[in-house]
């Protein structure tokens, strides 16, 4: 008996090639996807913004970074610095030198997205938390529950903002390829109800921007929601996929953006990575020191042939 849905992918008419800029938006499982990326030599992008769950801080930080003026929203909470564009990772202890990080970040993020050949954009919720001013915060930054006013987006103004912002990032970067996704992972702290409500949104909203030129959607939350559909694939919180449900995404994800070449040099790599990730329990033997030095000439020679490998 079969266990799972196989619903296949298309590949994609655009490939990601070794050496091409690929940047990653929004939730934590873009993360993942970037984690792979980077440790198969690729040039996947994250920011130091962090982790951001909701479509209108996402769509806000990407227009700032465009903007020449940035106005960094910079507030101070129990002696540290936080802004509400970033996730609670990314802080400071002095308000001007924490602003100066910030708006260093939105220029160098604007010169990427200028030249970069794909963003991805990870939805994770629809669920906003507004500030008095009308602001949506990309986190509370566990600021009292009145601080905010909460509910779920209205899809016609997510539309609005997303057509816009897709609009200035082609007058930027015609060639822009942006591709849509929304992250499995559930919200259940909202309730199951309010998460798949949520979810819906996103999913409609992906549909109505997928029919605009150079912008797609790749099905990440179905793979996991659908074709897995098993709690084997989540880890202990039954909320985030585990490391075969991530890796079952990732393998989707090659066949969808991978010609045969990048998937040869990306095999390739990866088999370099797991080699020197190895480290012997005991004092290696000269034997080991000279494989081990053979092996490092020849990664040094595989680098050589392929400067597009991004190795760190």
Known sequence: MKWFLDDKVEPYSTKISHGDEVLFFGSCFSDNIVQNGQHAGLKFLNTKFGTIFHPLPLARIILK???KTIE???FEHNDRCYSWDASSKWNGNDSDSFKSEIESEYASLGKQLKTAKFIFITL???KEYTLSNGL???N????????FASGLSDLKNLTEVYTNLIHQL???NPNLEIVLTVSPVRHSKDGLITNNRSKARLLLLCEELAQMDKVSYFPAYEMIVDEL??????SSDLVHPNEEGIKYV???FRETYFDSKTNDLTNKVSKYRSYFAHRPINEPTESEQNIRLKKQNELDDFLRQHPQISWK
């Open 229 to 234: 559909r098993d709690y084997r694939f989540y």
């Open 250 to 252: 990732w393998n989707k």
């Open 140 to 147: 509370c930054h566990k600021m009292p529950a009145d601080t």
């Open 72 to 74: 960094s929203s910079v």
């Open 65 to 67: 970074s465009l903007a």
């Open 170 to 172: 082609h007058t930027q």
């Open 124 to 126: 994770g919720t629809a």
């Open 136 to 138: 949506v915060v990309a």
